[in-house]
């Protein structure tokens, strides 16, 4: 976790001892963008949900108030304030208001401020013939105990420092060739700057980045490559809470020394590709074969066959091996989370192995979430290919706002209701598959029953609703029939979090099998919950948080959450037709076991499904969980690691034990903490069997707020 964030749990308990009266730590998940490029500003997932870690994790015995905020626009942010401080203090609206102009005008004076100051530096270094270091940084990054008062070693060798969100004209800067997905107001400024910079020859770039920040692995890479195009370099920081005194004055004395010594000769510059990449076109639907990685290997077979179905041939890639992983290291940032080095190792791997042709084939990618690294996964796969030297593979996604890189695919309505059918039936299957393995009398039975049926299904995933669900009853009397070994009910372990990690076998290392060989039985995350959670969230932003949708976005978000639970519902029944059947609930329900501690907008990666799914299978018997996450994977930080103690205090007895994966993980780090938890799931399954109260199955103390479910 970054620095900034260690820093809040200090600051909460120094305000305890400060006689405050209140504690205030709104979670902002959307901003008003300050930048025309952008339509929202999204927070980094620590920055919008720290709020949520220190009110569950710090015992400052003080009120602490965390409401949470959504301002897609100035009438959102009015209504939701408004609401806020008249609800909780009585405040007239009027006068909320009233204040909100005034902040305004504040900050903008604030800013003219600011920027006078920063045209005043600029003009003496310009007059003078130096230069001047512009310190890109995020705003908490200006606190000098964060940034380890760097501003003092530039001044001393005579080099004066500008913030750069302090730089004039920023907003009138160019960003449409910017090469990877532009989601915040700090990232639009970040980017402006180093433009910016790259074209006055008297301003210099550094940058403040946080161990531990997913978001700055993508940051770095483009910041230096602006820089590299206007011939200048980078200086990139990570600091921490550590005293790098000695090494921070090395760095930057050395920086200082090298510009002035560059700025003598004729500096080359490098004219960078930019924009346009190859794009997917409608003549390339008809010739090329689109490559797809795995989320898991079910999910990219049906998705791959409803591509087909439209007339695109398709090609789902082996699981990654070892050298797909080495490969997926080499082409990206060594920060870049394990599942983005994961698929495109798992291309690169084909490549080298099978050398296709590179223009008869393109890559798939799926595209997902604001908040985090995944939301850059495509353009991540454009810079590893450019320098694979497949520069004229185009990249599809499954997104909608890189629709201009892909004009010749679009997932259309009746594609999303294939797909939508056929994640309920996939996830039946492989709760079918997870729930008997572990008891066959003859290995390999289950595993040949889900092959099966997983074909069934990519086959007739195109051919209506009807055959879809037959196949799923095909299946399940598939799976009565076989042989089972009488052995007894095996603890059960729910496996979840970030949702590459959980289902992709080569991600987690084959972590369910690892399980299942030391006598646990494996509840697997279902990826249609996943899917089904965006439209909850979408339907409770206009419900509870403002936000004028048109009648047509209302009605596709009441018609996706309909049909989601009427499909899910649909392969419940089926179902239960299952001699071993252990009933599931799609994500409202969800929501209403994590309901009194996350609001239902807050939601970034899986986010309250995680603390969702833990909650509601502890109240069923559900004793051991695994969260798995990528080494800075930033919204599982606060969504699984963050809310552990929240499981604690209402399930004292569960271990949930969070694991972190990337490609240099340690396995013998990883088996001891699996092999701690294996004997604990022993322990409380024996504890669970002797105590007639069923006090280790059982929701130990009424909690507030908790609603009753008709399904486990």
């Not at 949900?49 to 301002?71: C, M, Q, S």
């Not at 006078?116 to 200006?142: C, H, L, N, W």
């Not at 084939?361 to 997902?368: F, T």
């Not at 909850?536 to 206009?542: D, N, Y």
Request: contains cysteine.
């Amino acid at each position: 976790m970054c620095f900034p964030a260690k820093l809040a749990h200090g600051h909460m308990l120094a305000l305890r001892n400060s006689d405050v009266d209140r504690i205030f730590t709104p979670i902002i998940v959307r901003g008003l963008a300050k930048y025309d490029c952008i339509d929202v500003d999204f927070p980094c997932a620590v920055l919008h949900g720290y709020g949520l870690v220190l009110k569950n994790n710090t015992d400052a015995g003080i009120a602490h108030d965390r409401p949470t905020f959504e301002w897609k626009n100035r009438r959102m942010r009015e209504k939701q304030v408004a609401r806020y401080f008249g609800d909780t203090f009585g405040i007239d609206r009027k006068l909320v208001r009233a204040a909100l102009v005034r902040a305004d005008a504040c900050q903008r004076e604030f800013e003219d401020a600011l920027r006078a100051r920063a045209e005043k530096v600029i003009a003496d270094v310009e007059a003078a013939g130096t230069f001047a270091i512009v310190m890109s940084m995020r705003p908490y990054q200006t606190d000098p105990l964060i940034n380890h008062f760097i501003g003092k070693y530039f001044v001393r060798v005579g080099v004066p420092v500008i913030p750069a969100d302090a730089l004039p004209g920023l907003n009138d800067v160019d960003l449409s060739d910017i090469q990877v997905r532009v989601r915040s107001n700090s990232q639009a400024t970040l980017y402006a700057a180093a433009k910016t910079v790259a074209k006055n020859p008297h301003l210099e770039l550094g940058h403040i980045a946080s161990f531990g920040c997913g978001h700055d692995a993508v940051v770095c890479d483009e910041l230096e490559r602006i820089a590299e195009e206007a011939g200048k370099q980078v200086l990139v920081l990570k600091l921490d809470e550590s005293d790098v005194r000695g090494p921070l004055r090395i760095r930057i004395t050395s920086f200082v020394e090298t510009v002035r010594q560059e700025r003598r000769q004729v500096k080359p510059k490098t004219n960078g590709k930019g924009f346009p990449w190859p794009k997917f076109t409608e003549e390339d639907a008809r010739r090329r074969t689109v490559y797809v990685p795995n989320l898991s290997v079910a999910f990219s077979r049906v998705i791959g066959a409803v591509v087909e179905n439209s007339g695109i041939q398709v090609r789902v890639l082996p699981l990654a091996d070892d050298r797909a992983i080495e490969l997926g290291k080499l082409y990206l940032h060594n920060d870049i989370c394990f599942p983005a080095q994961i698929n495109v190792g798992e291309f690169l791997r084909v490549i080298e192995k099978d050398k296709p042709d590179p223009n008869t084939i393109a890559l798939g990618m799926h595209q997902n979430c604001g908040t985090c690294r995944a939301g850059q996964y495509a353009m991540l796969a454009r810079k590893a290919l450019d320098h694979a030297g497949l520069d004229s593979v185009p990249i599809v996604t499954s997104g909608t706002e890189l629709q201009h890189l892909h004009p010749g695919f679009s997932i259309d309505m009746k594609m999303q209701i294939q797909l939508l059918h056929g994640f309920a039936v996939m996830d039946a299957l492989e709760d079918l598959r997870r729930s008997t393995r572990p008891y066959e009398l003859n290995k390999g039975d289950a595993e040949a029953a889900f092959e099966t049926a997983l074909t069934a299904l990519c086959n007739n995933v195109g051919n209506g609703r009807q055959a879809v669900f037959d196949v799923l009853e095909d299946a399940v009397a598939a799976f009565n029939r076989i042989p089972l070994s009488g052995e007894p009910q095996r603890p059960t372990v729910l496996v979840l979090g970030e949702i590459l990690l959980a289902v992709h076998p080569s991600a987690n290392y084959q972590l369910e099998t690892y399980l299942e060989h030391h006598g646990l039985e494996v509840i697997g995350t279902r990826l249609s919950d996943f899917f089904h959670s965006g439209f909850v969230v979408s339907r409770a932003e206009s419900r509870g948080w403002f936000e004028r949708k048109s009648l047509l976005m209302s009605l596709v978000d009441k018609t996706c959450d309909a049909l989601f639970v009427h499909a899910l519902n649909s392969a419940e029944d089926i179902m239960s037709g299952y001699a071993r059947y252990r009933p599931r609930v799609h994500a409202r329900d969800i929501y209403k076991s994590a309901a009194p501690w996350i609001d239902k907008i807050h939601s970034a990666g899986e986010g309250w499904l995680i603390l969702g799914e833990v909650l509601h299978a502890a109240e069923h018997g559900v004793n051991s969980f695994v969260v798995v996450q990528p080494f800075g994977c930033m919204p599982n930080h606060i969504f699984g690691r963050g809310l552990t103690r929240v499981v604690r205090s209402v399930f004292p007895h569960v271990h949930v034990l969070c694991l972190d994966f990337d490609p240099d993980t340690s396995l013998g780090n990883i088996e001891n903490r699996l092999q701690m938890l294996i004997m604990n799931a022993r322990e409380l399954d024996r504890l669970s069997a002797s105590e007639p109260s069923g006090r280790y199955r059982q929701l130990p103390s009424p909690r507030p707020g908790a609603q009753p479910h008709a399904r486990l």
